[in-house]
């Protein structure tokens, strides 16, 4: 069975500068690296960095999918940017399974 795993960073609410975007390019010379994202994948092998330090560092969220079935989500929460009344009226979150164990 081959492997592959699927990683993408994205930063919302200010772009990468030059500086950053080079630093990124020392991890990963294949990534797909924009002023607001980076985005890779591996048929062998994994990346070469910690994703929490990437998200403290340069992004605002990270998906990560690999084809065995691990996902994962990890979102920058910055308090100083956000208020009690738009987190309640902007952000939710929803869990759903799928196949013979869902329910509803």
């Not at 403290?56 to 208020?83: C, I, K, S």
Request: aromatic content about 14%; glycine content about 4%; proline content about 4%.
């Amino acid at each position: 069975m081959s492997e592959y795993q699927y990683y993408e960073f994205a930063a919302l609410d200010h772009a990468l500068d030059r500086r950053q975007q080079s630093e990124l390019r020392a991890i990963s010379t294949r990534a797909l690296i924009t002023p607001t994202g980076f985005v890779n994948t591996y048929e062998r092998g994994d990346l070469k960095a910690d994703p929490r330090r990437l998200v403290e560092r340069y992004f605002d969220a990270f998906l990560y999918l690999a084809n065995w079935g691990t996902h994962r989500l990890m979102l920058r929460y910055r308090p100083r940017r956000w208020t009690r009344t738009s987190l309640h009226s902007t952000a939710w979150v929803t869990r759903r399974r799928c196949g013979p164990a869902a329910s509803t």
